[in-house]
């Protein structure tokens, strides 16, 4: 199980909206003859490659997935009819699929055809490894990482409104790789009027658009912002409210610029997230500003948070990361404290993975 857990992070940044999942083959006497994982959404599932590679000598033989095999006709065919010809006598999983068109019938169909199935084994790391097709399946929504650069007393920018370079060159990258795995990057319409960022990954291969979402209730954007001038290779998502979007002096000049505008339907952050679902966009990074970040805490929907402690100290007249608000890093979950040059990072989830 932990050969195919490590190859079924392999498709990391490539699979969405699917899950990440990996396959092994074992033979009865022990040997492994096939090992695969599901590279992009569209292809073969890695239990099908798995078997393809393993061919005949996949007959009584054991198969290991990190995710219950799929029952459904999708854009692949179901994985468990696979299972069931080529003669796999046992399959060990690690987790149900939450998928409303799986979720059990999966393993059910396999027992039902004289396999036999184990469930639990590498649980804990293959749900990690899923949290956002996870939160998509039960939730309808992304799931939403909260990132910062923060310094070292809690503030993100010297005073409001006025742009602050904190982290550095080692945290930087970082946080490039970290882009280049999400389906989407969220800021709100200030942090473009202050900073006026492109939100691209740079730096590292990314197979798919990213898209950047604004979230701007009141259609402040300007047409002439940077992020629009990469429109064409990632998206530029527009989140605002009913009565923006009917102001055609307001949209019009953004849809030319090569925006997409989504309504939320009530205004709301959970909303916002919603449109977005609709779009396939399983994982967001939320980067700013004060006022967003604020706005999904207080909803209740920051699933994981990622914060680049920086060695400066802004005073009382910066920008604190979350003002008011509950929060602190050592309550997090599978917590990560790591070095990055004169950074230290630190991320966990806000609730358990589960």
């Given at each position: 199980?932990d050969r ?6 392999r498709g990391r ?6 899950p ?5 083959v074992?033979?009865p ?9 599901h590279e992009?959404a ?18 009584g033989?054991t ?6 095999p799929?029952c459904?006709?999708?854009?692949t065919?179901?994985?468990?009819t696979r299972?069931?010809?080529t003669?796999?006598?046992r399959?060990v ?5 939450p998928n409303p068109l799986?979720?059990?019938?999966g393993f059910?169909f ?12 590498g649980?804990?790391?293959a749900i990690d ?5 996870f939160?998509?399946m039960?939730?309808h929504?992304?799931f939403?990482?909260?990132?910062a650069?923060t310094?070292m007393d809690?503030r993100?920018a ?16 970082h946080v ?9 990057i ?13 939100l691209t990954?740079?730096g ?5 658009p990213?898209?950047?979402v ?8 300007p047409?002439s912002?940077r992020?629009?001038s ?7 998502i527009i ?12 949209r019009?000049?953004l ?6 505008i989504?309504?939320?339907?009530d205004?709301?952050f ?6 977005l679902?609709?779009r396939?966009?399983?994982?967001l990074?939320?980067e ?5 970040h604020?706005?999904a805490?207080?909803?209740?929907l920051?699933?994981?948070?990622s914060l680049?402690v920086t ?11 979350l003002?008011g ?5 050592s309550a997090l ?8 040059g004169?950074d ?7 609730h358990?993975p589960?």
């Amino acid at each position: 199980m932990d050969r195919a857990l490590f190859h079924a992070a392999r498709g990391r940044g490539r699979t969405s909206p699917n899950p990440l999942v990996g396959a092994v083959v074992v033979s009865p006497d022990g040997v492994i003859v096939g090992t695969g994982y599901h590279e992009r959404a569209g292809e073969p599932h890695a239990e099908v490659r798995a078997l393809a590679e393993a061919g005949a000598r996949a007959r009584g033989a054991t198969l290991y997935c990190t995710l219950e095999p799929c029952c459904h006709h999708g854009r692949t065919g179901p994985c468990v009819t696979r299972i069931v010809e080529t003669g796999v006598a046992r399959v060990v999983a690690s987790v149900e699929d939450p998928n409303p068109l799986v979720r059990g019938e999966g393993f059910a169909f396999l027992r039902a055809h004289g396999v036999h199935v184990d469930v639990g084994l590498g649980a804990e790391r293959a749900i990690d490894l899923n949290q956002p097709f996870f939160t998509m399946m039960r939730e309808h929504r992304p799931f939403v990482i909260l990132k910062a650069a923060t310094s070292m007393d809690g503030r993100i920018a010297e005073s409001p409104g006025r742009r602050t370079q904190l982290s550095s060159a080692p945290a930087n990258r970082h946080v490039h790789c970290f882009r280049a795995e999400v389906d989407a990057i969220g800021v709100g319409s200030g942090t473009v009027l202050i900073d006026d960022p492109e939100l691209t990954a740079r730096g590292v291969y990314r197979e798919h658009p990213l898209s950047r979402v604004v979230f701007d209730r009141s259609l402040r954007t300007p047409p002439s912002a940077r992020l629009h001038s990469t429109g064409v290779a990632s998206p530029v998502i527009i989140v605002t409210t009913a009565e923006a979007a009917s102001r055609a002096d307001l949209r019009k000049p953004l849809e030319d610029a090569g925006a997409e505008i989504e309504v939320a339907r009530d205004g709301t952050f959970r909303a916002a997230l919603e449109r977005l679902a609709a779009r396939d966009i399983g994982s967001l990074m939320l980067e700013g500003g004060a006022a967003l970040h604020c706005a999904a805490w207080d909803e209740g929907l920051v699933d994981f948070v990622s914060l680049y402690v920086t060695p400066h100290v802004l005073g009382t007249a910066g920008v604190e990361l979350l003002p008011g608000r509950s929060f602190s890093t050592s309550a997090l979950h599978n917590r990560v404290v790591a070095p990055l040059g004169p950074d230290v990072l630190i991320e966990g989830y806000v609730h358990r993975p589960c």
